[in-house]
Each structure stands twice: as structure tokens, then as C-alpha cells.
């Protein structure tokens, strides 16, 4: 009996070993921190060169549909002082800046914002009732939630980004943040340092 108890514990010793293991290796990589460098709002008098929107005479120019939503993304990102280019990026990787992209969940539009949510927060944080499948409405309202969450969580891009895609509850410190919060953050990340790039489809 009593040599039964040393390998109990050890057996106890090597399975939290392996849990512990486990959870380091998550944190391996570039997901191993938050991803910085990346200003998510900006000054009213900010003079840093933001893309152009106007239409281009270029053949290999992106479709006028695309430049269109770019104008949106921009004008809304300006109207809530929100960076630009992550505005650009979180539209890019909810929808592909596709309007009519409806999710499994029933989140709506290029912005993928949950009817329920619009509903609730469209008369708190922009004063009137917002309409899901009317691209302009979609975007103002999903660029208010990612401006709002910016403002609680004092302009952390990962907390921010988590509530947007996750709520308020899934919200942590990084190294407990879910994997795919993680992943989601990085991906939204590098959409926008993708459009910063000028490597953007529009």
C-alpha cells in the first residue's frame, strides 16, 4: 500500500507535467504574444497618409464594388477615429468585405455583427437603429463596437479585438486568452498590416 502512494504522486506529478507542457506549447510562435505595432485609434489631427479611396483610372484596378466598401471602411474608421487599416483588416477577414455573408451563428453583413447586438447596442452607441443588410449601416455599426471595445479595454488591440469576436467574457490577459482568440487577433492583425502594406485586394 504504501509503495502504491509514491507512484500515485508520480503519476499525479506527470500528468499536471504534461498539462503544463501542453499549455506552453500553445504559446509557441508567433501567437506567443499579443502582436504590437499597430496605433488601433488615432488623433482627430493625425497627419499620417491614409490610403486613397478616390477611383482609379488603372485597368488593373479593383472592381468598383471593392473600392467602394474601401471608401465605407475609410469614412467609418475616420467617423469613430478608429485606424483605418484595421478597420480594413477586421471587415477582410470576417467577410471578404462580402455584404451578404451571413454566418452559421446568424452574424450579418461585412462587418458580421450578431441582430441581436445591432439591437441592442445600435441605439446606445450610435443614437438610432441600424439595419444589418445595408452595407453603410453595417460597417458604422460594426466599427462603433470595435471602437467602444477599444475605449474599455483602454486601447488593447487583443482585449478589443477578443470582445469583438468572442464578448466581453472570453476576455483575459494573453497567456490565458482561448487559441482561438489568439488566432483570430493575429489574423486581424496581419489583414490590417496587410492593407497597410498596400498589398490589399482594393
Not at 11 to 33: I, M
Not at 96 to 119: D, E, H
Not at 146 to 169: E, F, I, V
Request: glycine share 8%; net charge neutral.
Amino acid at each position: 500500500m504504501r509503495a502504491g502512494l509514491p507512484l500515485l504522486a508520480l503519476a499525479c506529478w506527470v500528468a499536471l507535467a504534461v498539462q503544463s507542457c501542453a499549455q506552453d506549447a500553445s504559446l509557441q510562435g508567433p501567437e506567443a504574444l499579443p502582436p504590437t505595432g499597430l496605433q488601433p485609434q488615432i488623433d482627430a489631427g493625425s497627419t499620417e497618409s491614409w490610403p486613397s479611396t478616390d477611383p482609379s483610372s488603372d485597368p488593373n484596378a479593383p472592381q468598383l464594388q471593392m473600392m467602394i466598401t474601401r471608401s465605407m471602411l475609410y469614412a467609418a474608421a475616420m467617423k469613430h477615429r478608429v485606424n483605418p487599416y484595421l478597420v480594413m483588416g477586421l471587415a477582410w477577414h470576417e467577410s471578404g468585405w462580402q455584404p451578404s455573408v451571413v454566418s452559421p451563428a446568424g452574424a450579418v453583413g461585412i462587418m458580421q455583427v450578431m441582430p441581436a447586438t445591432a439591437a441592442g447596442d445600435g441605439p446606445a452607441l450610435l443614437n438610432r437603429t441600424v439595419n444589418l443588410y445595408d452595407p453603410g449601416d453595417n460597417i458604422d455599426m460594426g466599427t462603433a463596437i470595435l471602437k467602444n471595445n477599444l475605449n474599455r479595454y483602454n486601447n488593447d488591440l487583443a482585449k478589443a479585438l477578443t470582445a469583438y469576436y468572442a464578448g466581453g467574457s472570453a476576455v483575459t490577459e494573453w497567456a490565458n486568452l482561448r487559441a482561438d482568440c489568439r488566432r483570430y487577433v493575429w489574423a486581424v492583425y496581419n489583414a490590417a498590416m496587410m492593407f497597410k502594406e498596400g498589398k490589399g485586394p482594393a
